[in-house]
C-alpha cells in the first residue's frame, strides 16, 4: 500500500509539472480553455481521473491523497486564473492598437444638407406672396368629401369629379385632398373678409405619371376676398408674382378655362425657360408650361360660407409648386424631384 500511495503522489506531482508547463506558451483563450479542460475538466479531466481511485485506498491513506489533489488543483486553478487575466489584457491592448486612432488627423467633413429645391420653392413663392400682405395656413391632407368636393361647388354627381382621381380613405366621405383649395373654405368658414391667404401643401390624385405629373405633388393655394376686387386685380397680382420668381423676361399667358368654384376661369401659362418659347420635351413642344389655375371666386362658394356675394368679392388661384421649381431651375423631369437623387439635388 506504500508503495500505490507514493506511486500516486509522484504521478499528480508531474501532472502538477507538466501542466505549468503547458500552461505557459498559451497565447489565446481557446487554447487556455482546452487546457482546463484536459486537466481540471469535472468529467474527464486528469485530475478527476486521478481521484476516481481514492475510494480504493485505506482509511490512512485517503487524506495525505486527498491533501495532495487539492494542493494540485489549488495550484492550476490559480495558474489559470494568472493566465486568464494576462491574456485578457494582451488582448486588450491588441484591440486598443488595432482601434488606435491619430487625434492628430484632420476630422473628416461631414458634407451640409441643403433645403430640398420643393421646399425652396414654396418658401420663395410664399416669401413673395407675403410681401403682397397674404398670410401662410397650412391645411389637412386628409379632408372630407364636403370640404373637398361639394362646398367648392362640385356636387356628388358633378362631372368636374373625373377630373380629379381621387384617392378615397372612407369611399364617399373621407380622401387624401386633390387640391390645397378645400382651405378656402374653412378659412372663410372661421373669418370674416377681407381674406387674403396662400395655403402651401401636398396633395394626391390617381395621374398617369410623366415628365410633368405625378400622383403626389405639391399646391400653393391663394385666397383673397374684398368689397372691390376684379379679374384685373388677378392679373397684377399673378403677373407680380412671376416677374418676382423668374424674372421680367419670362411671359405670362392667360387661357379662358373652367373650374367649378371659378366664374370667370382662366388657365395661366409661363413661357418655358429650357427652350426660351420655341418648344421642347418639358413643355410638349408648345414653348409654354402651365403652372396654375385661377379665377374670381363662384357666388354659389361665396354663399356656401354665409358671404353676400353682392357685397364681397374675390379671387382664387392653385399653383403647382413642381412646375414653378420646373420652370425656376429649368429642370425638364419632374419625377427627379421626387426621386432624391443626390447627384441630381446636389446640382441646384
Known amino acids: 500500500m506504500v508503495d500505490q500511495l507514493e506511486q500516486l503522489l509522484t504521478q499528480l506531482e508531474t501532472l502538477r509539472t507538466h501542466a505549468v508547463e503547458e500552461l505557459s506558451p498559451i497565447n489565446t483563450s481557446a487554447e487556455l480553455d482546452e487546457w482546463d479542460t484536459r486537466y481540471l475538466g469535472r468529467n474527464r479531466g486528469e485530475l478527476k481521473n486521478l481521484s476516481s481511485v481514492m475510494p480504493k485506498l485505506s482509511k490512512e491513506d485517503r487524506p495525505v491523497v486527498g491533501q495532495k489533489i487539492n494542493a494540485v488543483k489549488a495550484v492550476l486553478e490559480r495558474q489559470l486564473k494568472e493566465k486568464r487575466e494576462e491574456l485578457k489584457a494582451r488582448e486588450l491592448m491588441l484591440a486598443l492598437e488595432r482601434e488606435r486612432i491619430d487625434v492628430t488627423l484632420p476630422g473628416r467633413t461631414i458634407p451640409a444638407g441643403r433645403v430640398h429645391p420643393i421646399s425652396r420653392a414654396i418658401a420663395e413663392v410664399s416669401n413673395i406672396f407675403l410681401k403682397m400682405g397674404f398670410s401662410v395656413l397650412q391645411g389637412y391632407e386628409v379632408e372630407d368629401d364636403y370640404h373637398n368636393f361639394q362646398a367648392l361647388n362640385i356636387p356628388v354627381d358633378h362631372p368636374a369629379r373625373d ?24 378659412t372663410m368658414e372661421q373669418s370674416q373678409p377681407p381674406v387674403r391667404v396662400i395655403v402651401p401643401g401636398k396633395v394626391y390624385r390617381n395621374e398617369d405619371i410623366d415628365a410633368t405629373h405625378e400622383a403626389v405633388f405639391h399646391q400653393i393655394e391663394g385666397l383673397l376676398i374684398d368689397e372691390h376686387c376684379t379679374m384685373a386685380d388677378l392679373k397684377g397680382c399673378l403677373e407680380r408674382f ?107
Open 163 to 186: 377630373m380629379q382621381d381621387t384617392f378615397w380613405v372612407e369611399p364617399g366621405q373621407i380622401l387624401l385632398r386633390t387640391q390645397t383649395s378645400p382651405m378656402q373654405i374653412r
Open 242 to 348: 412671376a416677374h418676382e420668381m423668374f424674372g421680367p423676361d419670362r411671359r405670362l399667358r392667360f387661357r379662358s378655362s373652367y373650374f367649378p368654384f371659378t366664374e370667370p376661369s382662366a388657365e395661366v401659362d409661363i413661357s418655358c425657360g429650357l427652350c426660351n418659347g420655341k418648344g421642347c420635351r418639358s413643355c410638349k413642344y408648345s414653348g409654354w408650361l402651365e403652372v396654375l389655375g385661377s379665377g374670381m371666386v363662384h357666388p354659389k362658394v361665396l354663399r356656401k360660407v354665409g358671404y353676400d356675394p353682392e357685397k364681397y368679392r374675390g379671387f382664387a388661384f392653385g399653383i403647382g409648386v413642381e412646375r414653378i421649381a420646373m420652370l425656376k431651375y429649368d429642370v425638364g423631369e419632374i419625377r427627379l424631384f421626387s426621386g432624391n437623387d443626390l447627384r441630381f439635388l446636389r446640382q441646384l
